[in-house]
């Protein structure tokens, strides 16, 4: 297991957010994706993080809507 748990990380930075896409490992030995979002505050050292967790048995369903979401998109620019 990695620290905190992690077994893969790896990230994008667009403009002023920075996304995280970590593979995480609990204590079960269970996988689970989780994204975070971070975003400076303005004239401040603080930021602004979200997360959501989407488990290993939930990843094909996300990504099949997450997959519906993006072809929505691209359909309608």
């Known amino acids: 297991m990695g620290q905190r748990g992690e077994v893969f990380s790896t990230r994008m930075v667009k403009n002023d957010r920075t996304y995280f896409f970590n593979v995480k490992e609990n204590i079960y030995g269970d996988m689970f994706l989780n994204i975070v979002e971070s975003k400076g505050l303005a ?12 488990y290993q048995e939930d990843l094909g369903e996300f990504l099949k809507e997450l997959q519906k979401s993006l072809d929505f998109i691209k359909q309608n620019r």
């Open 43 to 54: 004239d401040s050292d603080k930021f602004i993080r979200q997360s959501i967790v989407i």
